[in-house]
């Protein structure tokens, strides 16, 4: 009888572990946005709640945790082995250190998987097992990989005339006319120098880097060329726009043999097209189920005009990504499978509380400019405003007898070379400045100062209790919730 007993147990075992198995879950979600839109404190902040849960943190609107279903959350090997490995470990430990500081920023793709354990409740699992798994696979990827979508359907001609239209005006047209004047002397049609390829190639990336980072502008294209990845030095990322196309004989350039220069450029332009456009597309992106895009749209405000003007750009060549259905190319291309599509406004804690509502509409308007692309029947959308990792506390102060909201924080240090002028630990207490709730317009602009402060996240924070965020819940409720049921 004990035998049998057992026996008994033994299949009724084999029976739930198969039917969880059959009915374990699964979601690849993708995490992307422009380098420094944070990615990295994102991700970092989405895997320590989830395998903190319950230590100390408030999850209340993710609604495994508020029921009680949720179990835990672990680490376990990642899918890809030949994609790099999200590291966890090191970005924890730089927000957690006695010195906090931010941790390594997104340079290429990498992977993360977690499996998170729940009580399945309401769906058909509930009958079959009191434990059901959620497989969780996290891609991170810049998106400036998603910039170069539209060179998809572009000739090299193309492409050239467009970034050459960007190049002589502002902002880029001062910072570009040097490199444009050693173009003006190269004979497009001559015998090409493998050297002076390369060197000028190397200023043209140079230049995209100062429009980055300097300018603070969104528009970069080629976008690996600043994320290069594992192509880092190849020669697939050795090629520029070459302005004066469009004054050669349309069959000179035909027929430009494949050593010209002009030949050299275009066969590397549409090398690049081939294998590392339409390859990510292919390998990565046709994959994900459910995508999240970040944006920092607070450091364009505070750089001006011409930078927030450039992420509205940057942002509608992003969402072509997302545009299928509509235009043969891309229907082609991708086959829908993307369901759900997260925005979120990031850095929420830069401002005070009741700005988080204006940074909300602003980037709803920056993506409904664009809703003709997205096809909604398909996609459901959301947007947040959401810190990853609070660095701030707000609250209140008086200014001249009158209440005003604040933000409570410590500086963050300038990079060195910078102008080391401020000091780290720095406490501050300021009013950073409105939030406009539409694009701004020409008098924003003109009375509106926006003071971004970059500051150095809080330090106090342990590895294992959960770091403080602003909407991480509701993130995790839309990503993950109805998995979990
Ligand atoms: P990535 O290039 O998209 O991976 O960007 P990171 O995640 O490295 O973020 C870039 C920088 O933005 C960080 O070094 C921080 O200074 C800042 N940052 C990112 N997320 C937050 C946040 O939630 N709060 C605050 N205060 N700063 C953030």
Known sequence: KRGLDKLKNNLKGKANELLSRTFDQHVTL???????????????????????????????????????????????PQKHFHVPRFDYDAAISALTAEQPNWPEP???ISELRLSIRYQPKSSILKYATDMATLTLDIT??????????????????????QTYDLMTRAPRAELSKSFLAKLALIDPLASASEELLGELAQEYTALLYTF????????I?????????????????????????????????QNAPDDSFVGMLRSRYLEYKEQVVRKFYREHFLRFDRQIVLADCLTPLNKGRESFADLELAMSMILQSYSYGKSGLFSRLFSPKIDKLL??????????????????????????????????EAV???????????????????????????????????????????????????????????????????????NFIAFAPLSDLTKHQCLPHIRMDQVLQFLLADKMI
């Open 106 to 108: 997104t340079h290429g």
């Open 221 to 253: 294209q080629p976008g690996r060329f600043i994320l290069p990845g594992e192509l880092a030095g190849a020669p697939i990322l050795e090629f520029f726009p070459f302005p004066a196309l469009a004054s050669i004989d349309g069959n000179a350039y």
């Open 380 to 450: 459901q959308i959301k947007t947040l405003a959401i810190a990853a990792v609070k660095a701030t506390t707000s609250g209140v102060s008086k200014y001249k007898g009158a209440d005003i909201p604040v933000i409570q924080g410590q500086r963050l240090a300038q990079r060195e070379g910078k102008g080391a002028t401020e000091v780290f630990g720095q406490k501050i207490t300021v009013f950073p400045g409105a939030v406009p709730n539409q694009l701004p317009q020409e008098n924003y602009w003109r009375s509106n100062t926006f």
């Open 140 to 161: 991170d990827y810049p998106g400036e990989w998603l910039l170069d979508l539209p060179m998809l359907k572009q000739t090299y001609q193309q492409w050239s005339q």
């Open 212 to 219: 980055r980072y300097d300018l603070g502008l969104s528009v």
């Open 343 to 376: 925005f979120c406004a990031t850095k929420a804690d830069h401002v005070t509380p009741e700005q988080h509502a204006p940074m909300v509409a602003l980037l709803n308007q920056l993506i409904h400019q664009n809703k003709h692309h997205i096809s909604y």
């Open 30 to 76: 993708a995490v992307t946005g422009l380098s420094r839109s944070g990615k990295t404190a994102f991700i970092t902040s989405l895997v320590n709640q989830l395998i903190n849960e319950g230590n100390g943190t408030k999850l209340s609107f993710f609604d495994p945790v508020h029921n009680g279903t949720f179990i835990a959350a672990k680490r376990v």
